[in-house]
Nanobody, 121 residues
Framework: QVQLVESGGGLVQAGGSLRLSCAAS????????MGWFRQAPGKEREFVAA????????YYANSVKGRFTISRDNAKNTVYLQMNSLKPEDTAVYYC??????????????WGQGTQVTVSS
């Protein structure tokens, strides 16, 4: 049974930083592309970032380039999202997801429950 569990969300001031974590179990972690998505109230879910199996390739939405960094630790079965220079527009529920395909991919089979990130002005 595959499980993805996000943590690290919370309330921060604009300009602040936050680090999200996603712990995976029930899969061969190093054979999955990992991604982060977010969904704000009244908006569709959008892609944020993705990272390849070994961590050598990363992909970002234009809205977060230069501010967010995705990374992974295959020994810990964990993917991270370091968020710096946070803006109120970053407020959303953040989800991690896993894909069995080589990055870049748009097909994600497994999803976490989400963690709330709120950025105040």
């Amino acid at each position: 049974q595959v499980q993805l569990v996000e943590s690290g969300g919370g309330l921060v001031q604009a300009g602040g930083s936050l680090r999200l974590s996603c712990a995976a179990s029930g899969l061969t972690f190093s054979r999955y592309t990992m991604g982060w998505f977010r969904q704000a109230p009244g908006k569709e879910r959008e892609f944020v970032a993705a990272i390849s199996w070994g961590g050598g390739n990363t992909y970002y939405a234009n809205s977060v380039k230069g501010r967010f960094t995705i990374s992974r630790d295959n020994a810990k079965n964990t993917v991270y999202l370091q968020m710096n220079s946070l803006k109120p527009e970053d407020t959303a529920v953040y989800y991690c997801a896993a894909s069995p395909l080589v990055a870049p991919t748009t097909v994600y089979n497994y999803w976490g429950q989400g963690t709330q990130v709120t950025v105040s002005s």
